[in-house]
């Protein structure tokens, strides 16, 4: 399968542009809330880019042979668990809410506000059928009341969904055929039904990225033959791709996922454009003054806009877009950049540069010998500390990896 392209999806743009709901965590249960008219609301559209609610973030451990478990950040406790809802056993079989039976071949996990998903991908260079097998998972924030829908054995994931009327997912799978040849196709995967079928097939691509939703449907970056990739949204109602007119290359734009905004430059004037309207709006902010002559836009997150400049030195500047303020944050650990990997209402969840843990492994021949993995390490930070660069980190009590193992 070729390599896909750079990823330009974003985070939200806080209250400039949109506003998340509230979410349960583990214990607690939400009850859809009831359509006003069912008969003429069009489909509520919502691209899923995280793991995090506003009570907890949810991430997956592995294990050496090839099974998994979910695990779980609550802000309120700062504490890290299993999902479990049995919090004194291994946490190593399907009794457990926290366990995934594979993972082989990349799981990874989403939320919205009712749902917790998890999304494994078909895992083709194995014999093994159960850990080969790719599926997306529905539950509910506490890990139970499972729905799994099985993903076709000759189709790979590859990343991102949208959820339909918090009912149905939509997501990008490529299907591998007996001569290597591919075929790309927008798959919905029904978890009530327990099926999935083709909702659109991209014929004559040879990449495709699900990058976002506005409230018209998903919004695509497409690959076709010629290595030319072009930005569509598929139109829900009227079942059609509709180009976007924004030029792919060069990344003088990014797209905020969660609400279909295009974030881009018009000289120096920074411009937000609406996907679903096709409307325009100024920001009010603008681009520093340089010797620069292109800008290219990073990504936005809560507000801000990253952006590297064409200078010498190829420097990067932060942009709050509510107050035009730049900032140049460059925090790292172990030598890796630090992240944010979510907004949270208790400030950011960052991602640090990981946590060495060694374990006993074997060579192909049975000799034992000691290898070294690195675990996710998640902590809290105010937001005011991570733009201004200041390693103040408020650390969870991880009370999952005290007992982890990868054998």
């Not at 060579?363 to 034992?368: L, R």
Request: net charge negative; with cysteine; hydrophobic share 35%.
């Amino acid at each position: 399968m070729k390599p896909l392209f750079k990823k330009c999806c974003a985070a939200g743009l806080c209250a400039l542009l949109a506003a998340c709901g509230a979410a349960p965590g583990p214990g607690a249960s939400s009850a859809p809330a009831a359509s006003q008219n069912p008969v003429s609301d069009p489909p509520q559209v919502e691209y899923l880019a995280s793991a995090s609610t506003d009570s907890g973030f949810y991430d997956i451990v592995l294990h050496g042979d090839g099974t998994g478990n979910l695990i779980y950040y609550d802000y309120e406790t700062m504490q890290c668990v299993y999902l479990s809802s049995q919090p004194n056993s291994d946490h190593r079989d399907e009794s457990d809410t926290s366990f995934l039976p594979t993972v082989v071949g990349g799981a990874y996990a989403v939320a919205d506000s009712r749902h917790l998903y998890v999304m494994k991908s078909t895992f083709r260079f194995t014999d093994d059928e159960a850990l080969a097998a790719g599926y997306l998972m529905r539950m509910e924030p506490n890990g139970q009341g499972r729905q799994t829908v099985p993903l076709p054995s000759d189709s790979s994931l590859i990343g991102g969904c949208v959820t339909l009327d918090e009912d149905k997912v939509l997501t990008v799978l490529c299907q591998v055929r007996r001569d290597t040849s591919e075929e790309w196709y927008l798959a919905e995967a029904d978890f009530d039904a327990g099926t999935i079928r083709r909702r659109l097939d991209f014929e004559g691509m040879d990449a495709v990225r699900l990058v976002g939703a506005c409230a018209r449907g998903p919004i695509f970056i497409l690959r076709d033959g010629e290595e030319e990739m072009r930005l569509y949204l598929y139109d829900l109602e009227n079942s059609t791709l509709e180009p976007i007119p924004f030029s792919v290359t060069p990344w003088n734009w990014c797209l905020d996922g969660s609400t279909g905004v295009i974030c881009y430059p018009e000289g120096r004037e920074i411009y937000f454009y609406d996907v679903a309207s096709g409307q325009r709006q100024a920001s009010g902010c603008s681009l520093p003054e340089g010797e620069w002559t292109e800008a290219w836009f990073n990504e936005l997150v809560d507000g801000y806009l990253s952006v590297t400049l064409d200078e010498e030195d190829g420097s990067s500047v932060t942009l709050c877009l509510a107050t035009g303020e730049a900032f140049y944050p460059a925090m790292e650990d172990m030598d890796r950049p630090v992240i944010i990997a979510a907004v949270t209402p208790k400030g950011y969840l960052v991602k640090l540069g990981g946590i060495p843990f060694k374990y006993q492994d074997y060579t192909p021949d049975g000799v034992p010998y000691e290898n070294e993995a690195i675990l996710s390490h998640y902590a809290m930070m105010d937001k005011e500390d991570y733009w201004n660069n200041r390693p103040n980190y408020r650390e969870f009590q991880n009370l999952a990896y005290e007992n982890y193992s990868m054998n």
